[in-house]
């Protein structure tokens, strides 16, 4: 089972992931501590449903985050690390969901990882509530929790697997290279790592700015710094004791000898620091919440009809090539390179992931303009002020273009289905219940046996979607083919809404 | 490890930019080695230049931005005497004011801007906008954005470099909001408490004491409303640029009988200055055709060239001539030398009695061509010279002589 149907479960039971012959198994563990603590939660509130429990808890942790106290530790039922448990068990299958999106739109970058490695990254962050709902807005996402959720997993996934990146590239860099490539962050965070003492760390940190600024590079070879010569760390050294004076830190004179004791010191911290396995959960640092904004909650209620009709306006007056790209990309839901590939021999310059990023940018940028522009037309009283509120704005406009395109290929379908027999219709229609696929996808999650009628009769459904498809885009024949996945996964969902 | 490609499917919210060609950014290089002379804290300046002029490139595509941008042309020197004190690149769209801010840090989970970029009420912008680079591999990406208001209200100061730093989060990843909010909504101009200005007397004592060159940038030598008012007048900013140029140049390039040394060693790594070129830049950048060094067939056993037009002027009845050397490293560790001399600008003919010496470091003539009535070129016969020796070249002209002076030292570079 994908999904958890029980409350209780819910909120107690974690999901372990195994890959089983290229099936990956899903496998619910109960926590039995939890379990106790959240049924004696329902039985004395029967009526509250999943998302007032969600929201309990994420505002138990905000409180207390924001206010520093432990207010609710005079009750044991709810101390913080159960509730912070309650919450990364609610959120397993979010979890997965990022991996499983994450997977699929990186499907196309050099070290692959699996559903399960994703899933498991993501899962620190799902074991750190606290931080994950740090930036929360009760006013904008307690409505979906889910989504603020999935959108903040696959950032963490996306800065790990960058960060392991960065790890991997430390045995390019020479030692005093390394140096130069450190951020102030890590320089503090690699010191803090040896245990430094933090009158120590400023020192440090002043040596290593006074040898950045002094140490001569070679054109293109930040990596490849040489180790000063005595001569530069009597250089360093003098910049570095006027500093202290001008800082007044209270110091010892440093001489050439100090100073290159010192930066070996810290060439070692960063080695170490750049060696280990990244999976800090981010930094303390204050966020201050944005206020919610009265926009939020217009974008969520009454205006949401009206953003609609603006959209569509806009779409349909959009370039053509722009309205291919964002059928693809949003409809479809295909990543920029699968774009890429599918137009590359009628556009030559769509080759590439970021030529195709980059018409998108600019397809964006005129029809986010255009909206808000129509948006103060309409709205004169909800003006859009600043850039805060276009971000605001500008995510309206993602979530309902991205409905338009969906409903404009779910037209095409409303069409194709009339072709079949009723009969047909009838054992595609109501075979929905399970989510079947027709792919060979190394991901299959329910073994339910399809019936062989079934299946060739939404093959064949598929196959007029993609010659509609190909024929609407103007696109070559079969040069849809490609991304059969995604075509099959969208007839699935069209199925599974009707 | 991840390539632009992969790392752009990674952050497909951010701007990623290629790099042309490392040939292209090797004549960026060059021409910010000729604008800083021979500072030595150059690389600052180099990431600076690189940097925009891959956002200018960007901009060529992006014709609805590109109408409402103003950037000063690159040859001026507003940008090189900012960046020579200060990292960042100032641009103006649509009146507002926005700061690139480069760094080739890896890691991008903070963000610093210079104190003097939101302090100065000058120079303190609409936006900041955060640019990883990576000159190695020919990429960078704008990351993201933040507007003035937001960096006064979320950024942690930092006095040990003066920057006021903040999270990766407080930024917006995609700029595409910010070049709509520039079109769309009234930015004022940020509100930036006065710096207290500072009396003739001070400023020049000040200037004075800043002018005294050093490998690093002065920034951080005096208080900032001090260092503030200096760099935010223009006219300061000129004259402690200039002198610290000049004190630079008169200790660094003087040999210890004060003469003016060319390191024939930083041809080897492409870097020429003090008027030389390398020979494919020089043809390019005078209309000189390949044809004028119809001897090449003599220096292709020579593996770097340099030239310098000579322009004699009025010192030599308005003749102007191209000197020539070429170095080929040799087994023993010498270096072969071959030095012509050719008529510039078209001509087909030196003048006659031109006078090509070759001079020891002591002044003594070692050997001398001079030119006849129709010469295409001249040239000394080719030397054989030990790492570290000086040596000079005249060209002589009736009363007039102007001499040049080398020196080689040790290879720095595997090429070699």
Not at chain 1, 409 to 415: A, E, Q, R, T, V
Not at chain 2, 337 to 354: D, T
Request: glycine share 2%; hydrophobic share 40%; proline share 3%.
């Amino acid at each position: 089972m994908e999904k958890r149907q029980n409350l209780v479960n819910k909120f107690s039971s974690f999901l372990s992931l195994r890959d089983d012959s290229h099936q990956l198994r899903l496998i619910w563990q109960i926590d039995p501590e939890l379990e106790k603590k959240m049924k004696l939660k329902v039985e004395a509130d029967p009526n509250a449903k999943e998302k007032f429990w969600a929201q309990y808890f994420i505002r138990v942790l905000l409180v207390q985050y924001q206010s520093n106290q432990n207010l609710l530790q005079l009750n044991p039922e709810c101390s913080l690390p159960i509730v912070k448990r309650h919450l990364s068990a609610y959120l397993q299958e979010s979890c997965l969901k990022a991996a499983k999106e994450i997977h699929r739109e990186l499907k196309y970058i050099k070290h692959k990882y699996s559903v399960e490695e994703y899933f498991q990254i993501a899962n620190i962050a799902a074991s750190s509530p606290g931080k994950l709902f740090k930036s929360f807005n009760f006013a904008r996402d307690k409505i979906n929790i889910e989504a603020y959720a999935i959108a903040a997993f696959k950032r963490f996934v996306r800065n790990q697997i960058y960060q392991q990146d960065l790890e991997a590239r430390r045995t390019r860099f020479s030692n005093y290279g390394l140096l130069r490539n450190l951020s102030v962050a890590e320089f503090n965070e690699s010191l803090v790592a040896q245990n430094f003492q933090n009158n120590q760390i400023i020192l440090y940190r002043l040596a290593w700015q006074c040898f950045n600024e002094i140490s001569e590079l070679t054109p293109n070879r930040l990596s490849n710094i040489k180790k000063p010569s005595n001569a530069d760390f009597t250089a360093i050294a003098s910049y570095y004791n006027q500093r202290c004076e001008r800082l007044n830190f209270p110091h010892i004179s440093a001489n050439y000898i100090t100073i290159e004791t010192m930066l070996s010191s810290c060439i070692h911290a960063a080695r170490n620091y750049r060696a280990k396995q990244y999976l800090a959960f981010e930094e303390n640092y204050n966020i201050i919440p944005d206020a919610p904004s009265i926009l939020d909650v217009l974008i969520q209620q009454e205006e949401w009809h009206q953003v609609q009709v603006i959209v569509k306006k806009l779409f349909t007056n959009m370039p053509e090539l722009c309205k291919i790209i964002f059928q693809l990309w949003q409809g479809l839901n295909l990543t920029q390179t699968e774009v890429a590939n599918i137009l590359k021999d009628k556009y030559p310059e769509l080759q590439k992931q970021y030529q195709v990023a980059r018409k998108l940018k600019r397809c964006s940028r005129s029809i986010l303009k255009k909206f808000a522009e129509e948006w103060n037309q309409i709205n004169s009283e909800v003006y859009v002020n600043d850039d805060r509120d276009i971000k605001r704005i500008k995510s309206a406009l993602e979530q309902c273009l991205k409905l338009y395109c969906r409903e404009i290929y779910f037209s095409f379908l409303d069409k194709n289905i009339k072709v079949f027999t009723d009969e047909e219709k009838n054992n595609i229609l109501n075979n929905n219940n399970s989510v079947n696929r027709l792919s060979n996808q190394q991901t299959n999650y329910d073994l339910e046996p399809e019936s062989d009628f079934v299946a060739a009769i939404k093959l064949k459904l598929v196959k007029l979607f993609q010659c509609q498809l190909e024929n609407n885009m103007c696109l070559p024949t079969n040069s849809l083919s490609r991304v059969n996945d995604r075509i099959v996964d969208f007839v699935n969902e069209w199925i599974e809404s009707k | 490890m991840f390539n632009i490609d992969d790392l752009s499917i990674i952050y497909p919210e951010n701007l990623w930019l290629e790099f042309s060609a490392l040939e292209q950014e090797k004549i960026w290089y060059k021409t910010v080695i000729n604008r800083f002379k021979n500072i030595d804290n150059y690389h600052g300046g180099f990431v600076n230049f690189v940097c925009l002029n891959a956002f200018v490139k960007w901009l060529e595509d992006e014709p609805d931005l590109q109408e409402k941008f103003y950037i000063p042309p690159l040859s001026q020197d507003l940008h090189f005497n900012r960046w020579e004190f200060v990292n960042g690149i100032e641009l103006t769209f649509n009146q507002n004011r926005i700061v690139l801010i480069p760094s080739e840090q890896g890691d991008i989970s903070e963000f610093r801007i210079p104190q003097e970029w939101v302090d100065i009420p000058d120079w303190a912008a609409n936006y900041y906008l955060a640019v990883q680079l990576n000159i190695e591999e020919n990429w960078q990406r704008i990351w993201g954005f933040i507007s003035y208001e937001q960096v006064n209200q979320k950024a942690k100061y930092d006095s040990i470099d003066r920057t006021y730093c903040l999270n990766n989060r407080d930024l917006t990843a995609d700029i595409n909001i910010m070049w709509v909010a520039q079109e769309l909504c009234m930015l004022e101009k940020p509100q930036v408490k006065p710096l207290p200005s500072l009396s003739e007397a001070k400023a020049q004592e000040i200037i004075k004491q800043l002018s005294k060159p050093t490998v690093y940038s002065p920034r951080l030598d005096i208080n900032f409303t001090e260092w503030g008012a200096i760099l935010a007048s223009d006219e300061y900013r000129q004259i402690l640029y200039n002198r610290r140029i000049q004190n630079l140049q008169n200790q660094q390039l003087m040999d210890p009988t004060g003469k003016v040394v060319q390191k024939l060693n930083l041809w080897f790594e492409n870097v020429f200055n003090e008027g030389w070129q390398s020979v494919d830049d020089f043809l390019s950048l005078t209309n000189t055709t390949a044809f004028q060094f119809r001897s090449d067939s003599v220096l292709n056993e020579v593996c770097v060239k340099g030239a310098k037009l000579i322009d004699l002027g009025m010192q030599l009845e308005n003749t102007s001539v191209v000197l020539l050397i070429g170095l080929s490293p040799q087994i023993d560790n010498k270096v072969g030398i071959r030095v012509q001399l050719y008529p510039a600008f078209g001509e087909n003919y030196l003048p006659a009695s031109i006078k090509l010496t070759l001079v020891s470091k002591s002044g003594k003539s070692l050997q001398y061509v001079e030119s006849r009535s129709y010469d295409n070129y001249i040239q000394l016969k080719r030397f054989k010279l030990p790492l570290g020796k000086f040596f000079s070249i005249q060209v002589g002209f009736k009363d007039i002589n102007i001499k040049e002076n080398f020196v080689l030292e040790s290879f720095a570079y595997s090429e070699i």
